[in-house]
């Protein structure tokens, strides 16, 4: 394979990018005894722009990859959700279920995603910083891949590869791989305030944003956020997906400010508390890059669409899908790679893919289009926000938290819905 080609390194498996899907498949591969050669573009720790709350369903992947995720580790737990919209805010606890914990975490994400860096290189994975990947190396005869090239121009060899890369993906997109304009996309902004409301039990949602008092003034478009850090600090931010008729046509660091000016002024979310800039960030939905395997690549994370269309959390679906991946590609890798049944077990992972989250993020789509339009957000929060059963199951369904085999009616329902949709 290398014959010819100087190469900087060569392993069994190359994964690009150490966000929480690359990390997280990482360090399941170098468990199942695979050399994994992890690139990282920049170096930690390092800023990414997110939320850092994390709902129960990724609690579950970090618990399964071994994190301790106990308070005494750092991490701040919380019990659920408070939403604001219609008259008051709504309180719902996350659901007592079998599948899942019955908490959520926050935890900035320089140090949650240098964790996970470090967690794959305990476990064998040799990690390279400031290593920014730009394109493939292929081979001439079959397209297929067969390693990376990096701006500094260094080579790195491997039968396989991984694209942990993120919205942009350079990588896929010079495999050919390009974003699906018929899936939901959102553009979230956030940034921290010094507030006393650090200290709090419920992740928040604000599913209205006024720019005066509410009911009284003109509704924003969007969706905001409020997390406390437990630090002295609030995670605020807000997102607009595309199917809102602002999406590309607003200023949202000015939106985000318009909406915060109408918090109370004790929250202390005004600019002389602002402690970092403003920054915004792409939320790729619902599978809007495929196929998610081809030619030796495998796409996961944001790089292959995987944040969730109901509520835009990103990093469960980047972890399940690195888990998925690093099953089919330790697979093929004792199965013998370049042989037709390794390549079966390789096409294994978008099925696998498609089996637990198509039909999900189908109806995802589908409610991003409903929600689209302001009347319908309106009548949603002045009418379904009161009445509790329904809403502990929109929680269920927005969060993707459901029993598979011995849930409740509300997750029967939800897990119906699921598998008739066709697959996104």
């Keep these: 394979m290398t014959q010819g080609l100087a190469a900087e390194a060569e392993a069994d498996v190359i994964v690009v990018g150490a966000g929480p899907a690359g990390s997280t498949a990482a360090a399941y591969l170098a468990r199942r005894g695979l050399d994994v050669l992890l690139l990282e573009k920049s170096a930690f720790p390092r800023e990414k722009v997110c939320g850092d709350g994390l709902t129960p ?130 553009v979230a902004v956030r940034t921290y305030y010094t507030s006393p409301r650090t200290n709090d039990d419920y992740l928040e949602s604000w599913l209205e944003l006024w720019d005066g008092k509410p009911g009284q003034s003109d509704l924003l478009p969007g969706y905001g956020w409020i997390f406390g850090m437990g630090d002295g600090t609030c995670n605020v931010g807000l997102g607009i997906l595309n199917t809102s008729s602002a999406f590309g046509k607003t200023d949202y660091k000015d939106l985000l400010q318009r909406w915060l000016d109408n918090t109370p002024a004790e929250w202390g979310f005004r600019e002389q508390n602002r402690t970092i800039p403003v920054r915004g960030a792409a939320l790729p939905m619902g599978f809007n890059r495929t196929p998610h395997y081809t030619r030796g690549l495998l796409l996961i994370g944001d790089a292959g669409g995987m944040v969730n269309p109901f509520n835009g959390e990103g990093i469960a679906y980047a972890m399940e899908s690195a888990e998925l991946a690093a099953d089919a590609i330790a697979e093929a890798h004792y199965r013998g790679v370049g042989t037709p049944s390794a390549e079966r077990a390789l096409r294994g992972y978008p099925t696998a893919l498609s089996d637990r989250l198509g039909g999900y993020y189908r109806l995802g789509t589908i409610f991003v289009k409903l929600i689209g339009n302001p009347q319908v957000m309106r009548l949603c929060t002045r009418y379904g926000l009161p009445r509790r059963t329904l809403m502990r199951f929109t929680l269920k369904l927005l969060a993707n938290l459901t029993d598979a085999s011995d849930g409740d009616a509300m997750d029967k329902i939800i897990n119906g819905l699921s598998k008739i949709a066709p697959s996104a």
């Design 57 to 186: 369903r990724a609690t579950r992947q970090l618990i399964r990859l071994g994190i301790d995720t106990s308070e005494q580790a750092g991490w701040l737990h919380n019990k659920g959700l408070r939403i604001y919209g219609g008259d008051r805010p709504f309180e719902l606890n996350w659901p007592d279920l079998t599948d899942f914990p019955p908490y959520g975490l926050v935890r900035p994400r320089a140090d949650f995603d240098d964790l996970l860096a470090k967690h794959a290189v305990a476990a064998g994975a040799k990690m390279l910083e400031n290593c920014n990947v730009t394109e493939p190396v292929l081979d001439e005869r079959t397209g297929r891949i067969r390693g990376v090239r990096t701006r500094d121009g260094r080579t790195f060899l491997a039968p396989l590869v991984v694209a942990a890369d993120g919205n942009s993906t350079r990588l896929s997109v010079a495999m050919g791989l390009q974003k699906k304009d018929n899936r939901p996309m959102g």
